[in-house]
């Protein structure tokens, strides 16, 4: 049987399938299904900025300064029994960390550099074992030029480096006008992973209303290309340790991204569509797949098409974009 093992941010996983950030770890029970059908670790979902700010700011006004609301405030609970997003949290980090035997990673999704400090110390304190930084702040002010946006998010990083000692990966969106530079600064401000790539749910405009409405779309199996064209890049060129997310439905697709270099695969829109069998198919498949082909462990696999490793590296360049041009053929009975 083939060893499925691989790791990831310092740590061992029985395979490299890891479910990524989503709504399914406000539940314990469907955690514990994702463990027992084979997830190698646990992405919890995002603990965002917004959300923290805006319990501190309530828990100010309503029940640290009630004042203002005279025979009223005698309704509202004392401080000291509200539960904070984050005190939820930290609670489910200790739940979790009991009742799992598999790694588990908190996740801190913001974009100022206020707070990151406490949030991670008090998250590892907490028993996590490893921290995603998802920052991704909007680019749209044209005065904030592109390496300013990088200095952020080193600044980010950098903060929270210095007072956690448990692995910090870097969650990245695909906007960066040098990938691999800046992948190279995040490796030196002390990052262990970089995760590739942040998955945006973008506004859309209703028509028949007129205004901006919010629609979760989530990703099909051509969004792996993406990720992997650049994980390909990547193996090789950094000692950070590579997770491709973003589009992972099937084995086949999993398997792409271990042969372009992933150490681990993120798991997300096909749990939430197929839950935890999701990741039970794509466990089978890819041992099936592996035994077929004679590979005795994952680790010969991984990195073996990424571009340092292919016979003409420009496949993962630009010449990919020519030969796709060249390539293309009109669907039949369609004229020009």
Known sequence: MSDLSTHYLGLKLKNPLV???TPLSHRLDAMLHLEDVGAAAIVMHSLFEEDVRNDERMIDRFLINPDSFGEAAGHLPYA???QSRLDAYLEQIQTLKSRLAIPVIASLNGSSLSGWVELGKEMQAAGADALELNA??????PKISG???EDHYISLLQELKSVVSIP????LSPFFSSLPHFVQAVEKAG???VSLFNRFFQPDIDLASLTVVDRVTLSSSADVLLTMRWIAILRGRTRLT???TGGVHCAEDALKMLLAGADVVHLASALLQRGPQALADILRGMRLWLEANEYESVGQLQGAMSQQNLPDPSDF???AYLHAIDAFTPPAGVRY
């Open 147 to 149: 390496e300013a946006l």
């Open 317 to 319: 360049s630009r010449a």
């Open 80 to 82: 000291g029994d509200y």
């Open 19 to 21: 479910p990524s950030s």
């Open 242 to 244: 590579l997770a491709a």
């Open 191 to 193: 990052a262990a992973g």
């Open 136 to 141: 991704w702040y909007m680019p749209g002010d």
């Open 168 to 171: 910090v990966t870097m969650k």
